[in-house]
T-cell receptor
Framework: GDSVTQMEGPVTLSEEAFLTINCTYTATGYPSLFWYVQYPGEGLQLLLKATKADDKGSNKGFEATYRKETTSFHLEKGSVQVSDSAVYFCALSDRWSGGSNYKLTFGKGTLLTVNP | DAGVIQSPRHEVTEMGQEVTLRCKPISGHDYLFWYRQTMMRGLELLIYFNNNVPIDDSGMPEDRFSAKMPNASFSTLKIQPSEPRDSAVYFC?????????FGPGTRLLVL
């Protein structure tokens, strides 16, 4: 079945450092890919998404490119801030032809801590 | 829009008691999902509904768990009887396409 593998961390960075969180996936079809972020004590919220190969999703300085050839969707940010400290989840949609199914498959999450 | 609303936000109960968690999805969303999050197991999908009909309940841990969606604006997740290993944060999410919108969660502690 479909699966998502992401680096588990934790990742600790200093403010203004470059961030990469790796995510690779396995899917039988052509999924959409997502990054969700969970701040302490809150629910998950969508950070960015990409729906087809070579699409780049971006939001709040974060970017990720849908790479079909490497089945990857790595999250990057050029300069992290203390306020970016959170858990980041990579996910894919579970669609099949002839119908729609909006179940998401999530990775295990990566805890990011940014120190001042 | 108020977003997905969950209640209660925190629940502390004793083993053996019945627990009912509630969720109001975003208006117009016809998919509703229940998740459980723990440190050990991460985020697990328990059950999801489409147009108030349960589509996949394969993630429900055991018969002690049940979920209903009597109408488009309300769903419940019930645990009866509760056990300490049910302690977790339970999230409800809704969608009308691929992007799911999560509620703030209910933090459940079973003593």
């Amino acid at each position: 079945g479909d699966s998502v593998t992401q680096m588990e961390g934790p990742v600790t960075l200093s403010e203004e450092a470059f961030l990469t969180i790796n995510c690779t996936y396995t899917a039988t079809g052509y999924p959409s890919l997502f990054w969700y972020v969970q701040y302490p004590g809150e629910g998950l919220q969508l950070l960015l998404k990409a729906t087809k190969a070579d699409d780049k999703g971006s939001n709040k300085g974060f970017e990720a490119t849908y790479r079909k050839e490497t089945t990857s969707f790595h999250l990057e940010k050029g300069s992290v801030q203390v306020s970016d400290s959170a858990v980041y989840f990579c996910a894919l949609s579970d669609r099949w032809s002839g119908g729609s199914n909006y179940k998401l498959t999530f990775g295990k999450g990566t805890l990011l801590t940014v120190n001042p | 829009d108020a977003g997905v609303i969950q209640s209660p936000r925190h629940e502390v109960t004793e083993m053996g008691q019945e627990v009912t968690l509630r969720c109001k999805p975003i208006s117009g969303h016809d998919y509703l999902f229940w998740y459980r999050q723990t440190m050990m197991r991460g985020l697990e999908l328990l059950i999801y509904f489409n147009n108030n009909v349960p589509i996949d309940d394969s993630g429900m841990p055991e018969d002690r768990f049940s979920a209903k969606m009597p109408n488009a604006s309300f769903s419940t997740l019930k645990i009866q009887p509760s056990e300490p290993r049910d302690s977790a944060v339970y999230f409800c999410a809704s969608s009308q396409e691929e992007t799911q919108y999560f509620g703030p969660g209910t933090r459940l502690l079973v003593l």
